[in-house]
């Protein structure tokens, strides 16, 4: 029974997509060994599984066995005649119904329910305006003069705004989306699931140019020497003057991490005034992880795709623990997972996604690490 339920498994997999090429070697040479499998009929073999619970199971099995044992003193008969074909695809529909059941292809609920959440913009006087992204607006102070205008995924704020004062938005970004802002001096902003940031709807003449970011984001900083660009990710900031980089400051991460693709930052702790002779500086294509428990920054190299990634909604893994990937699943497809694989917690996993939604991920995953899952409502349950 080992074979075939390890023949039913390679089987579902090759009609999922999802066999690996040592498992698809495997199969070819199983086939070979083993004719009738190129020959099975997979739609009628899923129309049987459909009326499954109608199936008498209990007395099928004993059929089977007591044919096993009318057949022990035939078996040359057996063989001769082919009926042990019958009883192959019987075992292979069994095993394979009881795979199926184990992956959780069966469970109560086959798909989410995803809640249908929407970006939001906080104005100066404490209201919000819904971001529609499919629409178009324009977006008025309070004194109703145009400040920027909204169309499709982007907000893009008027240069040509006079303002002695600073006057903030904020805008948020929830699970399961992006969106990118245009700031005032020309800055573009892209903004990950799960983000804020808290910018001035016009910079001030004299002063540095300072915003303020919870989440993730990727910044094409306008240059301006006179004016340093200021990023608070809450116990960090990031100064530069003109460049391209990558922060990502989420609450339940342990790092804050940034990631330098053109020019150069200098980073150091938010309580801080900067200076430049004990700043961190960061070179193109480095990172530097500012650690929370401890306040020390590590720089290292970094393959600059794999933290960019997000903004084509892709996503890279390089050894990255299984509870950290979850949180990225969280946002990008904006899920709760609940894992009680404590097994899972740390082991590390190399993966890319690039179209794949959250049902071809979890299926990926759940036949690498062989753990079962369930769907209730927008949750992912996973058990050993």
């Known amino acids: 029974m080992t074979i075939i339920f390890h023949i039913s498994r390679l089987i579902i997999k090759e009609k999922l997509e999802v066999l690996t090429p040592a498992e698809k070697l495997q199969l070819n040479e199983l ?48 063989f001769s005649n082919k009926s042990w074909i019958k009883y192959a695809a019987i075992a292979v529909l069994f095993i394979g119904i009881g795979f199926l059941f184990q992956q959780g292809y069966f469970s109560a609920s086959s798909t989410l329910d995803i809640p249908n959440e929407f970006i939001t913009l906080e104005l100066e006087n404490g209201s919000t305006k819904i971001i529609n992204e499919d629409g178009t607006s324009e977006l008025v102070d309070k004194k109703g003069n145009v400040i920027g205008n909204q169309k499709g995924k982007i907000l893009v704020y008027d240069t040509t705004i006079t303002n002695e004062t600073l006057v903030y938005n904020t805008l948020t970004v929830p699970y399961g989306k992006r969106f990118e802002v245009q700031l005032s001096d020309g800055t573009r902003v892209h903004l990950n699931a799960g983000t804020s940031l808290k910018y001035p709807i016009k910079f001030i003449e004299d002063q540095n140019r300072q915003v303020f970011l919870k989440g993730e984001a990727f910044f094409d900083v306008s240059t301006d020497a006179k004016h340093p660009f200021v990023v608070n990710a809450e116990e960090m900031n990031i100064r530069v003057l003109g460049t391209q980089f990558n922060v990502s400051s989420y609450p339940e991460d342990e790092h804050i991490t940034t990631v330098l693709l053109e020019g150069s930052v200098g980073v150091y702790s938010s309580d801080e005034t900067y200076n430049q002779k004990t700043a961190t500086l960061l070179n193109p294509g480095f990172k530097a992880e500012w650690n929370l428990k401890n306040q020390e920054i590590k720089l290292d190299e970094a393959d600059t795709e794999t933290h960019t990634a997000w903004m084509d909604g892709r996503l890279i893994l390089n050894g990255v623990p299984f509870n950290d990937i979850l949180k990225k699943l969280e946002r990008q497809y904006n899920v709760v997972f609940i894992n009680n694989n404590m097994a899972l917690e740390n082991r590390r996993f190399t993966a890319r996604f690039d179209v794949e939604n959250i049902y071809q991920v979890m299926q990926s995953f759940s036949y690498s690490a062989s753990f079962t899952y369930k769907f209730d409502s927008n949750k992912i349950i996973i058990n050993p």
Request: hydrophobic share 25%; glycine share 0%.
């Open 31 to 78: 086939k070979k060994k083993y004719p009738f499998l190129s020959k099975a009929d997979f739609t009628k073999i899923s129309d049987t599984l459909s009326s499954y619970d109608n199936i008498d199971k209990e007395k099928a099995w004993k059929n089977v066995l007591l044919k096993k044992e009318q057949s022990k003193s035939k078996q040359k008969h057996l």
